[in-house]
């Protein structure tokens, strides 16, 4: 012991060698941690999924004309119903339409089968989010932004319009919930900005969006 | 270069303060706390599509007409139908329905019960076999008794229609307010079921009738309510109510007149005495004799035996008077037990108003014809008094049947004298439960036998005691059925075949049809609340007003007890067959029941004289039974009235009901009414002491 405090207290007298590799092992252990934190960390806690059906969203909307709403629709009632059934893709693809092999694979193996294709959704909301795609309408943004519906879309949705596969899914390993899906703060992007405040019925009170 | 323990520690230090400037932490928080939220035993929302079945509820008494929403096809929530004839509300039990389908005391299969008095598991098959083989034994000579909790149903058809294969007449429905009713309308000549057209009215008078809680169709009754008194606009109704205790419907009435508990019939003959001396009249052969009866009570008379001093009784009686379309509801604070003295002189006042057979009067509206043959109808069903049957089995003056099927009733639980009613019952060689809750009847049981939940099974409500008009409501399912439950009807039509018995119909389903076109109904088309609306009534003619019944029927000399007692129903706490659901435990009051502890209301004045003060540990006994309790101050209860909420004190049922405060029907105890013979109990008292 009393060398030990011998030795410790000479620390200072022999030119800082002595002090455990002066700030050396300290930024050593600096840097791994950050590029962990940063590079590593961030891929590890993801598993990376593709869709069951690579699907265009391009061919649909450039080719086909059609609008983001014709599959994704707001019932009568206002609700949402997401993900078209296979039932409604096979009003256009009850038989195969184009040259694609994932076409003729989707109508094989689903439009035929009558099976539900199971889509990997970006941005499912925990229970405890309330969220009503009928009041985030182009009606209500357009007072004053100029959207396009796919631009609308695309402010919360990752922009699939221009792609020709759909972007590959991030499920975080612990809580299940994809890297994309929207954290308050992004909600809070409009529901925040005073700029909105007496233009639109948006809030940022919490009971409008945790029930 | 070595790293010595000084060089590991610096770089501990490094990574530690690297890693907290990366998401590592703070991310690893945030999931995390996601995690938490994960867990597979908390509830999920399931996305889907909404729709929305137009039914009525079979399990509120107020047959309430709603619609079920469904998500995917699955019930989350009832909703009222402002379009149904019934509807325009919601009730705290049908708003329930959707959870109780959940409950945790609703029946799975069919059980029976072993020797050793626990209920074990059995199929369908085994349970069918054992009710033909319980029921052989109980052939003829009303050696089977049924009581059913169904009011309205068809379903009683097919029930009645098997006792009488059986060579039984022993058929009951479960107190209520109709039997009385029908019983007063009977002795003065009426023809049909008495009905009150509340909505045409413009002064509705209740007379211990708790018309916005728990007489007739209570939602129907609000929202007449609600419509003749729009928000910020001037009523173009007004509502007096007299009673014990300051209830939902005194809360919400214009005018309450505070009387003693079993003063109803008193108290109407005072407001006629007035009415014929401001010169009221009636075509009534015995108008004179009515007049000679009325006259004894003057306001003095009517303020001694009430409580209703005479500048209030003289104000109503002006008002009624003034009134264009007055209407006079009378029946009991509590439901049931008033008798059918009340009634009668509810209805007398209505003559003498000029308001029978009157738009915003009294309707007589024709019973539907039977469907089943065999079956007893309506108006004979209501004439049979089952406590008044169950004391002459207690007495020995009636033989004890040797089969009992029970159909959504709970009498164990339900009627007056409990505890002597639940030793009667037990005399039964072998009882049978036909429910969807395993409630006290059940627990008495050989047999329990799981019936589909109204939001289940195709069902049907027929004209409520109390509507102002014919309405026939078609029950539909809203999902098929949770547990192993068949419908009543069929068991009982298949049941009837393997006793050799053909009822005539070859489903229930039939019956149904057969009754819906017998009030002239049809639903071949969607409909958006599967309800018909007739304007059929019977011509009301030679109504008699019955003085020498009820001269008879008041003079009664009530036991003399320290305390009155009345007995307080409210919606929320369910009734005898739901017990309290889940869903409104929170709408039970603070001071209602805390713990296993009941608390009776009594006012400041009355706990004054009995020396008791807020929280006091009490015993209230009576010859009928004895409970403790405690004490709640409450100022809208009358003087020397212990006011105890009812529906309490189950023991039976899951953990928010069982054992749960206390049962008043305990302390209830029947008595004939004279004149009229039927059973009542609307005139208790209690002796309280500190416990």
């Known amino acids: 012991m009393e060398d030990r405090q011998l030795n410790s207290s000479g620390c200072g007298t022999d030119g800082g060698k002595c002090c455990g590799g002066g700030i050396t092992p300290f930024l050593v252990g600096l840097v791994v941690s950050l590029i962990f934190g940063w590079?590593?960390?961030?891929?590890?806690?993801?598993?990376?999924?593709?869709?069951?059906?690579?699907?265009?969203?391009?061919?649909?909307?450039?080719?086909?004309?059609m609008e983001c709403k014709q599959c994704h629709v707001l019932r009568e009632d206002g609700t949402f119903a997401g993900l078209p059934s296979t039932a409604s893709c096979a009003d256009c693809h009850s038989d195969v339409m184009g040259s694609d092999p994932e076409e003729a694979r989707f109508v094989n193996e689903y439009v035929k089968t009558g099976k539900e294709v199971k889509w990997l959704v970006y941005q499912i909301q925990p229970d405890n989010v309330f969220f009503s795609h009928a009041a985030h309408s182009l009606d209500g943004c357009n007072q004053c932004h100029e959207f396009k519906e796919s631009e609308l879309c695309a402010q919360c949705h990752p922009d699939v319009a221009n792609s020709d596969s759909a972007p590959t899914h991030f499920e975080n390993k612990l809580t299940g919930y994809s890297k994309q899906t929207m954290k308050m703060w992004q909600c809070e992007r409009c529901h925040a900005n005073e700029n909105h405040y007496g233009v639109t019925s948006s809030s940022n009170a919490c009971f409008v969006c945790h029930k | 270069m070595a790293l010595d323990r000084r060089g590991f520690l610096k770089f501990i230090g490094g990574a530690t303060a690297g890693i907290l400037a990366t998401p590592v932490v703070w991310k690893s928080l945030d999931d995390v706390s996601i995690w938490t939220q994960n867990w597979s035993w908390i509830p999920r929302n399931i996305d889907g599509a909404n729709s929305y079945v137009p039914t009525v509820s079979k399990l509120c008494p107020s047959g309430v007409g709603v619609r079920v929403r469904l998500v995917d096809g699955r019930p989350v929530r009832v909703l009222t139908n402002n379009d149904h004839p019934l509807g325009g509300g919601l009730s705290s039990i049908a708003a329930a329905e959707v959870q109780l389908l959940y409950s945790p005391s609703r029946m799975k299969r069919p059980l029976k019960r072993t020797a050793d008095g626990a209920y074990v598991g059995i199929t369908w098959e085994e349970a069918e076999t054992m009710l033909v083989e319980g029921l052989k034994k109980a052939k003829g000579g009303d050696k089977l008794a049924v009581i059913t909790g169904?009011?309205?149903?068809?379903?009683?058809?097919?029930?009645?229609?098997?006792?009488?294969?059986?060579?039984?007449?022993?058929?009951?429905?479960?107190?209520?307010?109709?039997?009385?009713?029908?019983?007063?309308?009977?002795?003065?000549?009426?023809?049909?079921?008495?009905?009150?057209?509340?909505?045409?009215?413009?002064?509705?008078?209740?007379?211990?009738?708790?018309?916005?809680?728990?007489?007739?169709?209570?939602?129907?009754?609000?929202?007449?309510?609600?419509?003749?008194?729009?928000?910020?606009?001037?009523?173009?109704?007004?509502?007096?109510?007299?009673?014990?205790?300051?209830?939902?419907?005194?809360?919400?009435?214009?005018?309450?007149?505070?009387?003693?508990?079993?003063?109803?019939?008193?108290?109407?003959?005072?407001?006629?005495?007035?009415?014929?001396?401001?010169g009221a009249s009636s075509p009534a052969a015995d108008f004179a004799d009515f007049k000679a009866l009325a006259a004894k009570f003057t306001p003095e008379q009517v303020a001694a035996q009430t409580g209703v001093d005479a500048k209030r009784l003289a104000a109503v009686a002006q008002e009624l008077a003034k009134a264009k379309r007055p209407l006079v509801i009378a029946g009991s604070e509590f439901g049931q037990g008033g008798g059918a003295a009340p009634v009668l002189a509810g209805l007398a006042l209505n003559a003498l108003l000029g308001s029978m057979n009157r738009e915003g009067g009294i309707r007589a509206l024709p019973y539907a014809r039977k469907v089943v043959p065999a079956a007893m109808d309506r108006k004979a069903l209501l004439q049979n008094d089952l406590v008044g049957w169950l004391g002459k089995v207690a007495s020995g003056k009636a033989a004890a049947?040797?089969?009992?099927?029970?159909?959504?009733?709970?009498?164990?639980y339900a009627l007056p004298q409990t505890d002597a009613m639940k030793a009667t019952l037990a005399k039964v060689p072998f009882k049978v439960a036909f429910t969807s809750f395993l409630d006290e009847t059940a627990m008495a049981c050989d047999l329990v036998l799981p019936v589909p939940m109204g939001l289940e099974r195709f069902d049907d409500v027929d004209t409520p005691y109390g509507s102002g008009q014919v309405v026939y409501a078609l029950a539909v399912p809203a999902l098929a059925p949770l547990v192993d439950a068949r419908p009543?009807?069929?068991?009982?039509?298949?049941?009837?075949?393997?006793?050799?018995?053909?009822?005539?119909?070859?489903?229930?389903?039939?019956?149904?049809?057969?009754?819906a076109e017998a009030r002239g109904a049809s639903f071949t088309e969607p409909s958006a609340t599967n309800a018909h609306v007739s304007s059929a009534v019977l011509p009301v003619n030679g109504i008699a007003l019955r003085a020498d019944v009820l001269s008879k029927a008041i003079d009664v000399k009530a036991p003399a007890f320290p305390v009155a007692l009345a007995p307080v129903a409210k919606l929320n706490v369910g009734t005898s067959k739901t017990a309290t659901p889940p869903f409104n435990t929170k709408t039970v009051r603070r001071w209602e029941i805390q713990g296993a502890d009941l608390y009776v209301m009594m006012n400041g004045a009355t706990a004054a004289k009995l020396g008791l003060q807020k929280h006091d540990r009490i015993e209230l006994s009576n010859p009928a039974g004895k409970f403790t309790a405690r004490v709640n101050l409450f100022e809208g209860v009358i003087n020397d009235t212990v006011a105890v909420p009812a529906g309490h004190g189950h023991t039976a049922f899951d953990e928010f009901s069982k054992g749960k405060g206390e049962n008043v029907m305990r302390l209830l105890a029947a008595g004939a009414e004279p004149g009229t013979g039927l059973s009542v109990w609307n005139s208790a008292g209690v002796n309280i002491a500190k416990a």
């Not at chain 1, 590079?39 to 004309?65: L, N």
């Not at chain 2, 049947?401 to 164990?412: C, D, G, K, L, S």
């Open chain 2, 401 to 412: 049947p040797q089969a009992i099927v029970f159909y959504e009733a709970n009498p164990v």
């Open chain 2, 488 to 515: 009543a009807g069929d068991v009982v039509i298949g049941i009837a075949k393997k006793l050799g018995a053909d009822l005539g119909v070859a489903a229930f389903a039939d019956a149904l049809k057969a009754k």
């Open chain 2, 150 to 278: 169904d009011e309205t149903g068809t379903i009683n058809e097919l029930f009645t229609a098997l006792a009488a294969e059986m060579g039984s007449k022993s058929c009951f429905l479960m107190p209520g307010e109709a039997q009385p009713a029908a019983k007063a309308w009977e002795l003065m000549g009426g023809e049909g079921q008495v009905g009150y057209d509340i909505e045409k009215s413009d002064y509705v008078l209740a007379i211990g009738a708790n018309v916005l809680e728990t007489w007739g169709p209570v939602i129907r009754n609000r929202r007449a309510f609600k419509a003749g008194r729009p928000h910020g606009e001037t009523p173009s109704v007004r509502f007096a109510y007299a009673g014990p205790v300051q209830n939902n419907t005194a809360a919400g009435a214009d005018v309450w007149l505070p009387i003693r508990p079993g003063a109803e019939t008193v108290l109407a003959l005072g407001l006629a005495n007035l009415l014929i001396k401001a």
């Open chain 1, 39 to 65: 590079w590593v960390f961030p891929d590890m806690i993801y598993s990376k999924k593709e869709q069951p059906i690579r699907f265009s969203h391009k061919v649909h909307m450039e080719g086909a004309g």
